[in-house]
């Protein structure tokens, strides 16, 4: 009990705040989510959980953030529009100053997240405030939510630090101590802090639910969206954490990194993927749901060349079992391009990215090459589509697409590299860890598609306008015959997956320590994709990998790389003295503090387009 009650003593809030039950139920924005919550703790806890921008992508955001092309995932090269001339603004893909490129936008990423964290750290200060009025077995059969609640606090404080460096944090959450005016701490002292009280929670986790009764737990067990009252699993997630967390500044406090590795490879790690239903199944076209910022930006839905060529070997042919990647057909729209004669049985088409060399894309563009403006006709996109998208039945039209927390290929990635630097005993050589990757990661992509309402029900009826196609179409439209086998692909054989990952496994191997981390954070790419894109961005920023297309727009040749997010605005305005502090990492340059020393230095481009 003792140290239940340092948790409470040691916690902070966010400003000074009423707390009552009315005060917090006009916080809640979705009531089907108050709806299940039977008492105040644990609807904060569940508030906290499905927060956008916390495990699930934010529709505006995201719509934002694919829109242009500049921004994030248009310059981590992510996805992207099908680029020409025609598209005159990428002519200044180079500026990062935040006024015509990257950042440029008046829906700014940089502008929202520094204050989202705190916005969303006030349900854990009302949590907190709350607590402190209970005691004895009402205070036992309520600390779950505190406890989980600060783990999902500490994971957004780590991502705002990834986005800003330096940023309030011993002292932000204390307003109802007279702070009004907090420091910009060391972002190494917050990273220690985060990773020392994740050990902490795991280690104490299980002894909270345990003084917790029968009752409580049930009820803890209806609450808990995504792990279902499991402790176990929420140790588990600890655990991943903290080796995520570990291996980013390995880089630059290996000694401190490695005690947390040494420390969690000791521990149970996830043994399935941990993502979880949203609290509501409604169509992603037309509702707030993340994936209807894809939708609506179809059009910069394109899978770029240094994603895809890693997937498809030889753009010239279709897929090829045990010669590309397994995940292809699930994570890509194939294009209209046949090779060879038509087959409504065997996946003949072709699939294509869009390569940052704009000016190549030109002329077939001007000879003809277009795609759908509409991502609600799987038809149209196999007849017009000369680029790959991503996948509409995976993505797109997905209503039932998770949120996402770990899933078991990042953490094989992760181990990979552990085990590549020697940061700990892993257990297994990184090429192996490499196989694993792929092999979770194929059947967590399938998994998606086959979840996906398109997949499951859109082949049983047509819509209006032809949007989709019901089986006497089939039977009579070579497009919509042959839809049915891209719309919902068979998973390859796993003696093709592990041809493919022995493949992948025996280049890596080949390589020295730089070639191999090239290969790993490929691999993480095709994994995260669009699901994981600012988790993307930290990794290519920390290890310079992999390496991207340099922008060749009308003869000019870019190769930009934004390091970090600026800081809002209005925090001159509202922190003046501590903000001057920092106001030399106020710009989209400077790297974050995990980029290692010689790293820094590193622009990664490839200096062609003929790269491996």
């Known amino acids: 009990m003792k140290k239940i009650i340092t948790y409470i003593m040691a916690a902070v809030t966010v400003g000074s705040f009423t707390s009552c039950k009315k005060d917090l139920e006009s916080q809640f924005n979705n009531p089907a989510v108050y709806a299940k919550v039977e008492n105040l703790y644990g609807g904060i806890f569940l508030k906290m959980l499905t927060e956008n921008k916390v495990y699930s992508q934010d529709y505006g955001e995201f719509y934002w953030q694919f829109n242009a092309g500049t921004e994030v995932p248009g310059y981590a090269q992510i996805a992207q529009r099908h680029i020409t001339d025609r598209y005159a603004w990428f002519l200044n893909?180079?500026?990062?100053?935040?006024?015509?490129?990257?950042?440029?936008?008046?829906?700014?990423?940089?502008?929202?997240?520094?204050?989202?964290?705190?916005?969303?750290?006030?349900?854990?200060?009302?949590?907190?405030?709350?607590?402190?009025?209970?005691s004895g077995q009402a205070l036992k059969d309520n600390m779950i939510y505190y406890t989980l609640s600060t783990v999902i606090k500490d994971y957004s404080a780590l991502l705002t630090v990834d986005f800003y460096n330096s940023i309030p944090y011993s002292e932000a959450f204390k307003g109802t101590e007279g702070e009004f005016y907090p420091k910009f701490d060391d972002p190494l002292e917050i990273y220690k802090s985060v990773l020392d009280e994740l050990k902490q929670i795991s280690t104490d986790?299980?002894?909270?639910y345990d003084e917790m009764s029968a009752l409580s737990k049930n009820l803890f067990a209806t609450n808990d969206l995504a792990m279902k009252g499991d402790v176990d699993k929420w140790v588990r997630y600890i655990n991943a954490l903290r080796l995520k967390y570990a291996v980013r500044i390995s880089g630059v406090a290996e000694d401190v990194a490695k005690v947390h590795l040494q420390d969690v490879l000791t521990k149970p790690l996830p043994a399935a993927d941990y993502v979880w239903d949203l609290t509501t199944d409604v169509a992603p076209e037309s509702n707030?749901?993340?994936?209807?910022?894809?939708?609506?930006?179809?059009?910069?839905?394109?899978?770029?060349?240094?994603?895809?060529?890693?997937?498809?070997?030889?753009?010239?042919?279709?897929?090829?079992?045990?010669?590309?990647?397994?995940?292809?057909?699930?994570?890509?729209?194939?294009?209209?391009?046949?090779?060879?004669?038509?087959?409504?049985?065997?996946?003949?088409?072709?699939?294509?990215?869009?390569?940052?060399?704009?000016?190549?894309?030109?002329?077939?563009?001007?000879?003809?090459?277009?795609?759908?403006?509409?991502?609600?006709?799987?038809?149209?996109?196999?007849?017009?589509?000369a680029k790959s998208q991503y996948h509409l039945t995976t993505f797109t039209h997905n209503s039932n697409f998770p949120a996402y927390m770990m899933s078991m290929a990042e953490v094989d990635l992760l181990l990979a590299e552990v085990a590549a630097k020697n940061l700990g005993n892993t257990g297994k050589a990184a090429s192996q860890h490499i196989k694993d990757a792929i092999s979770h990661s194929t059947d967590f992509w399938y998994a998606r598609n086959e979840e996906s309402?398109?997949?499951?029900?859109?082949?049983?009826?047509?819509?209006?306008?032809?949007y989709f196609v019901g089986p006497a179409t089939f039977a009579t439209n070579r497009f919509g015959e042959d839809s049915a086998l891209y719309m919902h692909?068979?998973?390859?054989?796993?003696?093709?997956?592990?041809?493919?990952?022995?493949?992948?496994?025996?280049?890596?191997?080949?390589?020295?320590?730089?070639?191999?981390?090239?290969?790993?954070?490929?691999?993480?790419?095709?994994?995260?994709?669009?699901?994981?894109?600012?988790?993307?961005?930290?990794?290519?920023?920390?290890?310079?990998?992999?390496?991207?297309?340099?922008?060749?727009?009308?003869?000019?040749?870019?190769?930009?790389?934004?390091?970090?997010?600026?800081?809002?605005?209005?925090?001159?305005?509202?922190?003046?003295?501590?903000?001057?502090?920092?106001?030399?990492?106020?710009?989209?340059?400077?790297?974050?503090?995990?980029?290692?020393?010689?790293?820094?230095?590193?622009?990664?481009?490839?200096?062609?387009?003929?790269?491996?």
């Open 93 to 134: 893909f180079d500026d990062l100053s935040g006024t015509n490129a990257f950042g440029g936008n008046t829906n700014n990423l940089w502008n929202n997240r520094f204050n989202d964290f705190y916005t969303r750290a006030r349900s854990w200060a009302v949590l907190k405030d709350e607590l402190s009025k209970i």
């Open 205 to 208: 986790l299980p002894g909270i």
């Open 288 to 385: 707030g749901f993340w994936l209807r910022g894809l939708g609506e930006n179809s059009f910069a839905s394109f899978i770029p060349d240094i994603i895809m060529r890693r997937m498809h070997r030889d753009s010239s042919k279709a897929y090829t079992p045990g010669t590309d990647d397994p995940r292809l057909q699930v994570l890509a729209m194939p294009t209209k391009y046949f090779d060879g004669a038509y087959s409504s049985t065997v996946n003949k088409r072709k699939y294509i990215g869009v390569s940052y060399n704009t000016d190549a894309q030109k002329p077939a563009y001007v000879a003809g090459e277009r795609y759908t403006t509409t991502p609600n006709s799987f038809i149209l996109s196999l007849q017009q589509n």
């Open 453 to 466: 309402r398109m997949a499951n029900s859109f082949r049983t009826k047509a819509l209006n306008g032809g």
């Open 489 to 612: 692909p068979a998973k390859p054989s796993t003696a093709d997956i592990n041809k493919f990952s022995d493949s992948i496994a025996t280049r890596f191997n080949s390589k020295d320590l730089e070639g191999k981390m090239e290969i790993l954070m490929q691999q993480k790419y095709i994994h995260l994709n669009i699901m994981a894109p600012f988790e993307l961005w930290s990794e290519i920023r920390r290890t310079r990998h992999p390496y991207l297309e340099p922008m060749t727009f009308t003869g000019k040749v870019m190769k930009p790389f934004p390091e970090r997010l600026r800081y809002p605005t209005i925090t001159l305005g509202t922190n003046p003295e501590e903000f001057l502090k920092v106001k030399d990492q106020d710009n989209f340059t400077t790297p974050i503090f995990w980029v290692p020393a010689a790293k820094r230095g590193v622009n990664p481009y490839w200096s062609d387009y003929n790269y491996e």
